[in-house]
């Protein structure tokens, strides 16, 4: 299991966050490529410059293709089809991503306090166990909520025995710092601005 851990703060009130959050979660399950627009930014694919070769280092070693979704908006669950890429090359196809998406309310006020999105992977060559999506919110003032943030992935043993420490810091753990980074200026500015490519 890998993962990343993050606390801050955002200067906007818990809310607007838990609306942005809420928002990410429902995408996620019902609509993934609509995250690109938003959430992902920053995320994109690089095109690979003339003569260089992806390698277990790269930033894009790993790609997911999002296919065919079905979402119960009753039980907050998604089932996601996806092609898995490595290195460019399609490795899987049609695996499924099952998510079921929670809310723990404050018994206090109307929104909730904690964020909690856990994804089960349904293929046959356990390629993922699971992961977890988890947002703790908690007000700091009327304009401030404290954000504990957490983004875990369960490897199966394919893709544990691929992915070394330097892959996961370059491939995927920027990218799940980068999702927080764009949740957190959505709820302050409303809007998340264009990302470099890198």
Same mark, same amino acid.
């Given at each position: 299991?890998?993962?990343?851990?993050?606390?801050? #703060?955002?200067?906007?009130?818990?809310?607007?966050?838990?609306?942005?959050?809420?928002?990410?979660?429902?995408?996620?399950?019902?609509?993934?490529?609509?995250?690109?627009?938003?959430? +992902?930014?920053?995320?994109?694919?690089?095109?690979?410059?003339?003569?260089?070769?992806?390698?277990?280092?790269?930033?894009?070693?790993? %790609?997911?293709?999002?296919?065919?979704?079905?979402?119960?908006?009753?039980?907050?669950?998604?089932?996601?089809?996806?092609?898995?890429?490595?290195?460019?090359?399609?490795?899987?196809?049609?695996?499924?991503?099952?998510?079921? +998406?929670?809310?723990?309310? &404050?018994?206090?006020?109307?929104?909730?306090?904690?964020? %909690?999105?856990?994804?089960?992977?349904?293929?046959?060559?356990? #390629?993922?166990?699971?992961?977890?999506?988890?947002? +703790?919110?908690?007000?700091?003032?009327?304009?401030?909520?404290? #954000? %504990?943030?957490?983004?875990?992935?369960?490897?199966? %043993?394919?893709?544990?025995?691929?992915?070394?420490?330097?892959?996961?810091? &370059?491939?995927?753990?920027?990218?799940?710092?980068?999702?927080?980074? &764009?949740?957190?200026?959505?709820?302050?500015?409303?809007?998340?601005?264009?990302?470099?490519?890198?």
């Amino acid at each position: 299991m890998r993962g990343v851990s993050i606390d801050t #703060i955002c200067h906007a009130p818990i809310a607007k966050m838990w609306q942005v959050t809420d928002s990410f979660c429902y995408q996620f399950q019902a609509c993934p490529d609509t995250l690109f627009q938003w959430a +992902y930014l920053g995320l994109e694919e690089a095109k690979p410059k003339k003569n260089e070769k992806r390698t277990k280092e790269s930033r894009d070693v790993v %790609h997911l293709e999002y296919k065919d979704r079905t979402y119960d908006a009753l039980c907050k669950t998604g089932d996601v089809a996806i092609d898995i890429y490595v290195l460019g090359v399609r490795w899987w196809k049609d695996q499924h991503l099952g998510t079921q +998406y929670t809310c723990t309310l &404050n018994e206090a006020d109307s929104f909730p306090v904690r964020v %909690h999105m856990v994804a089960t992977y349904s293929g046959k060559s356990k #390629i993922l166990e699971g992961g977890d999506f988890i947002l +703790y919110m908690e007000p700091v003032t009327p304009t401030e909520t404290r #954000i %504990h943030y957490e983004f875990n992935l369960t490897f199966g %043993h394919v893709l544990s025995a691929f992915i070394s420490d330097k892959t996961w810091r &370059n491939s995927m753990e920027w990218r799940f710092r980068m999702i927080l980074a &764009n949740l957190v200026e959505c709820a302050e500015t409303g809007t998340v601005t264009p990302k470099a490519i890198q």
